[in-house]
């Protein structure tokens, strides 16, 4: 992968957030790993240099799509959010959020997100929910 990518993390939980981080510098991004929204918002500045931002849907200090919007304002294109509730990820604006992941993230869709970034940002756009009518399938 070329140039190496610059990926923010926010998770909560410690072993996820590192098994994260783990991951996605072993696909060849650079990570930033925080832990709330208040440490994702102090990372989400101008010239950051971040690509795409990965953040769990419900933090100590607030929710990820408060992180998103962010992200979005700073016209980073990858925004990917995850939780463990679906109900809840299927409810997710499509345009805050280019990518909804179901916990337990498996290594192979976050490989496939920083693929994603050097292919020229094309989005995996909702790789694990499979199908949006509510029935659980998918």
Do not use: W, Y
């Not at 923010?8 to 060849?28: F, K």
């Not at 869709?109 to 499979?130: C, H, K, N």
């Amino acid at each position: 992968m070329s140039p190496r990518h610059r990926v923010l993390i926010v998770e909560d939980e410690p072993t996820l957030r590192l098994a994260l981080r783990r991951i996605l510098e072993e696909a060849g991004a650079e990570v930033v790993a925080v832990e709330c929204v208040t440490d994702a918002f102090a990372q989400l500045v101008p010239d950051a240099g971040i690509t795409m931002v990965l953040s769990d849907l419900h933090l100590p200090d607030g929710l990820g799509t408060a992180v998103l919007e962010r992200a979005r304002g700073l016209g980073i294109a990858r925004r990917a959010l995850s939780s463990g509730d679906r109900a809840a990820l299927r409810e997710v604006d499509a345009e805050l959020a280019t990518d909804l992941l179901t916990k337990p993230v498996s290594r192979t869709v976050l490989e496939a997100l920083v693929g994603a970034i050097s292919r020229s940002g094309t989005a995996l756009r909702r790789p694990d929910l499979g199908n949006r009518s509510g029935d659980g399938e998918g």
